[in-house]
């Protein structure tokens, strides 16, 4: 089977941008994988802009493309309501070590969970959502030609689920998942779901 590129950091520096951690990301493949090998691309969050990116800078390296509660960006995404951004804007007005307890309750459904997601330092998600906000991958959408998974949890607030129906309409022949019920932290809420799932698309597509 091949390998499963998933873009994820324990901390971001204050001024990236998706392409450079795109590049960092594809310049670790290209260490590891042989000449000419190809990864599937599995991103959540900040990781599907990543794995975006990444699927779109060097087509040959994506064997497959999983996006899990992803948008393409910004200036085209579908905005959440309006309390969202305020509440958002609320609970990182503190410091980055503050209880993140605020900030959880908005990317996390407790009562639909498998089990807890992990807490997000406030400082950590000022650093992803200035990095989000340099994505811009919408009008390239249609170039990808590769099998594509889209999951996105039902509840999610964060980054709605039109995002996903709207990448959907952009690229061709992406199967799409709305999970009921479920938050912006799809993966750790239903675990077991989406590793079924996941298994099964790779399995189809290695």
């Known amino acids: 089977m091949r390998p499963v590129l998933r873009p994820d950091w324990p901390a971001l520096p204050p001024d990236a941008a998706i392409d450079q951690l795109a590049a960092a990301i594809r310049a670790e493949a290209d260490a590891q994988l042989p000449r000419g090998g190809r990864a599937h691309i599995l991103g959540?969050?900040?990781?599907?802009?990543?794995?975006?990116?990444?699927?779109?800078?060097?087509?040959?390296?994506?064997?497959?493309?999983?996006?899990?509660?992803?948008?393409?960006?910004?200036?085209?995404?579908?905005?959440?309501?309006?309390?969202?951004g305020s509440a958002l804007a609320d609970a990182l007005d503190c410091d980055a070590a503050a209880p993140p307890d605020a900030i959880n309750a908005l990317r996390h459904v407790p009562a639909f969970s498998d089990r807890p997601a992990p807490l997000l330092p406030a400082g950590e998600t000022r650093a992803q959502l200035r990095a989000a906000a340099t994505a811009d991958s919408y009008a390239r959408l249609p170039r990808l030609r590769l099998p594509t998974l889209l999951l996105h949890g039902g509840a999610d607030i964060l980054v709605l689920p039109d995002n996903t129906r709207l990448l959907a309409l952009r690229i061709r022949g992406a199967q799409t998942r709305i999970v009921p019920g479920a938050g912006h932290a799809l993966v750790q809420e239903r675990p077991a779901l989406v590793g079924a799932l996941l298994r099964d698309f790779i399995a189809r597509h290695d």
């Open 44 to 84: 959540q969050g900040l990781g599907a802009l990543v794995a975006l990116e990444l699927a779109l800078g060097r087509r040959n390296l994506a064997a497959s493309l999983t996006l899990v509660a992803g948008h393409a960006g910004e200036r085209t995404a579908v905005a959440p309501p309006p309390w969202v």
